[in-house]
């Protein structure tokens, strides 16, 4: 092993290994923390360092594989568990410890809470990726092929944060990818001779040596020119999506931070259609839910202390109405799902760019172009679409039915809602030692939850009046008057003093707009009017999702959602209400609040097919293919080169293996070869290529004499195996062949060497005639003087 090889391969793993880490660092918003990369990097060092001393000692290229599985498997063992080889019990242990992963990856959404287990399989997935770039681009290399391998991989966070990740998390990865192509193709090109320096003078330089470092210089230019354009590309090219909320001068203005659509509050119609106590009809509806309401027009998460709106909202973090949406946010399987299905007629009256649905839409089935987004799960017009006047559709809502215990227990929401908890700073302390006082002997978030709707809604601390709708405000001073002043409100004023005593509390919250209840038209149709306009709040709770308080008080026919029974969804219900056994929608078994149960909805989706493990899942298997496909071709020609050698057990045999090997090597360089032609006559056509290398100024394999004698051997053997009477054996028959295929390969294009190795054509083509030969056989012919001696 020279030391100039080990260097080389040395280099190269080491690129590998960077532009691995380099890209699974940009899993790190899916989880609170990252250690699992220091794990996974000290796995990989060891593995890699295996594989690049023994790519160095030449060895095969399965059994590098195979060795670095089974270093990083032994310290996996060693790292994970108390065993000191991989056991029955260690495999045990590291499986099970992987099956707590995937559970959490089920129940949690970005950014995931990290554990031992979790750190675990986070940095042994990391190793099977570094060990597939690893085989690919170091071993195979194949290095331009690893970027479809990193983009597999960025796709990750990108499709669980709904794109909105940094452009800085993509530098670290694509820096050390390009570093690693150029590292091989560097290698590529010293291959090919020796060069002039750059500097000083060349009879300076031992003869062996080879001076790059014109390379080096264009492989910092280009390196770091690519990764920083491909940064600030972003940040230069336009991304404008002109929606608009209301058509009625409530407009919409781009938000200048992040290039979404910053729109207008939707309130304004509410109050316009409340303090007007207009009776028009807006909505019919028919719909299999036995008590119909609270169809959401938009959610109100943004508060900045002037007043509720609606936040960004960017078409990368929205999907189709045509295609599958995806499980409402923070809710696991195990909760129950109630499924309704609604048929809606919009009226003329009613001319917004969003569509009413009950949350959460599981499927809509609408004309134009709509939009639902991720977060919120509120659909608006898209590319133009800003009227919904006349418009009639139908969707399917998934509504949650969780347990009193599921929302008692819950865990402590991620940092991924955290901005839903954020007030502005200075905020009201007045407000603040008034939370304190009504949520004071709560314990936990729903708890709080429960203590401040039933404060709202106690007709000794709160008046409803509908006046209040003139007054046009729901900022901090409005809600500040409200609670410690006026206590005279409507329903706006209720839901926005909530949830932002609820934020208070740390609870994640925002403010929903819609319709309350419909009255029944004598056609069996529902009716929404002007006058059902409503406001609600829904505050998040983990592995529930969003829930939807009412404190609005029940005089004005708000009835409070019923947690005690169980029934969040059933306003109708009385706290003391029973469930009936017999009813297969709401009867549970007692169990973990979080145990999986049954979901009464199959066509409703679920944060365990959207989570972090499935999209983790797909990528696993997209390595392996890619990892098949890439090798497959190779590896069939390398099986059937050992098949034929460990065949060849006669003189004759070894002839032909030889013969064969070396047309197979023709065929895959994509030269002419004549299955009908002599072996002399063939011989000589090899014989003109290799005079080629005459007029080549570098050789780097052997001397056109070594070639010529090779070839030589090689048709003297096979026309003995055919035509003697007993064939004798000539011994070097495989050195030969390798000897002409070398000579011949010398004086081909870099790309056609590279095809002949990765797509050889002789896998799939049956000998035969080429065409091209027998056009080219009269040229040969006449050179047919050439002795294939010297």
Not at 512 to 525: N, Q
């Given at each position: ?11 190269l ?53 195979v ?5 990083a ?11 000191l080889l ?26 995931m ?17 570094g060990?597939v ?11 331009p ?20 990740v ?17 590292a ?7 291959h090919?001779?020796?060069?002039i320096?750059m500097?000083g ?11 790059d ?5 264009s492989?910092?230019?280009i ?25 009625g001068g ?7 931070n ?15 259609n ?28 943004r ?14 973090n ?6 599958a ?10 909760v ?22 009950v949350?959460?839409p599981s ?18 017009g898209d ?9 009639r559709?139908?969707f ?10 599921q929302?008692?227990?819950?865990p ?11 007030l502005?700073s ?23 939850a ?14 409803y ?27 706006e ?18 403010v ?14 529902q ?13 998040y ?33 009385t706290?003391t209400?029973?469930l009936d ?27 365990a ?17 890619l990892g ?28 032909e ?12 360089l ?47 053997a ?73």
């Open positions: 092993m020279s030391s100039g090889a080990l260097t080389h391969q040395l280099r793993s080491g690129w590998a290994l960077l532009a691995t880490l380099g890209t699974c660092l940009a899993l790190g918003p899916l989880f609170e923390d990252r250690r699992y990369l220091v794990h996974a990097g000290g796995l990989l060092l060891l593995a890699i360092l295996t594989g690049a001393t023994l790519r160095a000692l030449n060895a095969n290229r399965l059994l590098v594989f060795a670095q599985v089974a270093v498997a032994e310290i996996a063992v060693l790292a994970y568990t108390e065993s991989p056991t029955p019990t260690a495999v045990a242990e590291i499986r099970d410890g992987y099956v707590r992963f995937a559970e959490n990856a089920q129940m949690y959404t970005a950014p809470p990290t554990d031992a287990s979790t750190t675990m399989s986070l940095a042994l997935i990391i190793v099977a990726i060990l770039v690893d085989l690919i681009g170091v071993t195979y290399r194949r290095v092929l690893l970027g479809l391998v990193f983009l597999l991989v960025y796709m990750v966070p990108v499709a669980q944060l709904a794109g909105d940094s452009v800085f998390s993509f530098v670290p990865g694509a820096t050390a990818f390009v570093f690693l192509l150029a091989d193709e560097r290698e590529r090109l010293t090919w001779g020796r060069q320096a500097s003078q060349v009879w300076t330089q031992a003869y062996s040596a080879v001076d470092s014109g390379l080096r210089q492989r910092y230019r390196g770091f020119g690519a990764v920083a354009l491909a940064s600030l590309l972003p940040f230069v090219v336009p991304s404008i999506d002109p929606q608009i909320l209301f058509d409530s407009g919409g203005q781009l938000d200048g992040d290039g979404g659509l910053d729109v207008e509050n939707p309130v304004l119609d509410m109050r316009r409340l303090s007007s106590q207009t009776d028009e009809v807006l909505l019919r509806i028919q719909t299999d839910d036995p008590e119909p309401g609270y169809l959401r027009l938009a959610a109100l998460d508060f900045t202390g002037d007043e509720w709106s609606v936040g960004s909202r960017t078409t990368a929205a999907v189709d109405t045509g295609g949406l995806p499980g409402a946010p923070g809710r696991v399987a195990s129950l799902n109630v499924g309704r299905d609604y048929e809606v007629q919009v009226t003329d009256a009613l001319r917004s760019d969003w569509l009413p649905v949350y959460s499927r809509v089935e609408v004309d134009g172009d709509w939009l639902v987004d991720e977060t919120h799960f509120d659909i608006r590319d133009g679409q800003d009227d919904s006047s006349g418009l559709y139908s399917r809502s998934t509504v949650a039915d969780p347990t009193q215990d929302l008692q227990f819950a402590d929401p991620p940092s991924s809602v955290a901005q839903f908890t954020t502005p200075g905020f009201s302390p007045e407000i603040r030692e008034l939370t304190e006082q009504v949520t004071g002997n709560a314990t936990n978030g729903f708890s709080k429960l203590a401040l709707q039933q404060y709202f809604r106690d007709p000794a601390n709160f008046e009046d509908l006046a209040q709708a003139d007054d046009g405000e729901n900022g901090e001073e409005a809600i500040e008057d409200f609670l410690l002043n006026t206590q005279v409100g409507y329903c004023q209720f839901a926005s003093a909530m949830a932002v005593m609820a934020r208070v509390e740390g609870i994640p919250s925002r929903a707009i819609g319709f309350l209840r419909p009255s029944e038209s004598p056609d069996g149709w009716e929404f009017r002007g006058e059902d306009m409503h406001a609600w709040p829904e505050l709770f983990e592995g529930v999702g969003w829930v939807r308080f009412e404190p609005t008080p029940a005089s004005q026919g708000a009835a409070a959602p019923n947690f005690d029974a169980g029934r969040a969804d059933d306003p109708s219900a706290p209400e029973s056994p017999n009813d297969t929608q709401t009867t549970r078994v007692q169990q973990d609040p979080f145990q999986p149960n049954r979901d009464d909805d199959p066509a409703a989706g679920g944060d097919d959207a989570g972090v493990w499935g999209v983790l899942r797909i990528i696993l298997v997209g390595f392996v293919l098949a496909l890439a090798v497959l071709p190779r590896t069939l020609r390398e099986s059937r080169r050992r098949r034929r050698w460990s065949s060849a057990t006669t003189p004759a045999g070894a002839a293996a030889a013969w064969s090997e070396l047309r197979d090597s023709m065929v895959d994509r030269l002419p070869w004549d299955d009908r032609d002599t072996a002399r006559h063939l011989g000589r056509s090899l014989r003109v290529r290799i005079d080629e290398r005459r007029r080549a100024p570098v050789l780097t394999g052997p001397t056109t004499e070594q070639a010529v004698q090779a070839l030589n051997t090689l048709v003297v096979v026309e003995q195996s055919r035509y003697a009477r007993t064939p004798t054996a000539v011994p070097g028959l495989q050195e030969a062949q390798r000897t002409v295929v070398e000579a011949i390969t010398d004086t081909q294009p870099l790309s056609v060497r590279r095809r002949g190795i990765w797509l050889p054509r002789s896998v799939l083509r049956r000998p035969g005639t080429d065409r091209s030969h027998s056009r080219a056989r009269g040229q040969v012919a006449g050179e047919a003087v050439l002795l294939l001696r010297d």
